[in-house]
């Protein structure tokens, strides 16, 4: 059974202190490793697809990086703004199925 | 484009009544997803479509029936409402690449 694991499950930084939220994934024939960024009352927001070991990919703030079970959203100096729920999802099988984590709910204080 | 849209934004169902979710997308994907989003549970897969006239059951498909006879539609039912599918209900759907867009959600009360 596919599983997709994040922590820590909430997570209050500070502005301008840099963290990094976890994703463990155990899954079979791994198609790709999503990041979604999800507001209150909003559905999730696509951020990044990631397919290889060792890929890594930014945007902004975030940078995200994979390895053979695990997944990293790392955040450089967040902005209030940044606040938000940050979920993990794995692809697998024909049809590209995304298996979820419960999600990081990310606070940053001003 | 309007993206992923879905219908209606929020519905409160007693017991046992019956209702159809609607999600449409103006992005032509061939695929479209059905999931549900409880607190502490993430997003959990009910049903998805890989093209017009098609549908399969995912993770969590029981006490729901869905269709897609058209390609921008996919409709989700509840023939008999519980307590237990409280939820907010969220659709998705991809072109052939990987990414799915997800649409605005449905938060659903079974009284």
């Known amino acids: 059974e596919d599983q997709v694991t994040q922590s820590p499950e909430a997570l209050r930084l500070q502005e301008g202190e840099s963290s990094s939220l976890n994703c463990s994934y155990t899954?079979?024939?791994?198609?790709?490793l999503f990041w979604y960024r999800q507001d209150p009352g909003k559905g999730p927001e696509f951020l990044f697809t990631l397919y290889s070991a060792g890929e890594e990919k930014e945007k902004e703030r975030l940078k995200a990086t994979l390895t053979k079970k695990e997944s990293f959203l790392h955040i450089t100096a967040p902005k209030p703004e940044d606040s938000a729920t940050y979920l993990c999802a794995a692809s697998s099988g024909s049809a590209r199925q995304l298996t979820f984590g419960s999600g990081t709910q990310l606070t940053v204080l001003p | 484009n309007a993206g992923v849209t879905q219908t209606p934004k929020f519905r409160v169902l007693k017991t046992g009544q019956s209702m159809t979710l609607l999600c449409a997308q103006d992005m032509n994907h061939e695929y479209m997803y059905w999931y549900r989003q409880d607190p502490g549970m993430g997003l959990r897969l009910i049903h998805y479509?890989?093209?017009?006239?098609?549908?399969a059951k995912g993770e969590v498909p029981d006490g729901y029936n869905v269709s897609r006879l058209k390609k921008q539609n996919f409709l989700l039912g509840l023939e008999s409402a519980a307590p237990s599918q409280t939820s907010v209900y969220f659709c998705a759907s991809r072109p052939v690449s990987d990414t799915q867009y997800f649409g605005p959600g449905t938060r659903l009360t079974v009284l």
């Open positions: 899954v079979s024939g791994l198609r790709g």
């Open positions: 479509s890989v093209g017009e006239g098609t549908t």
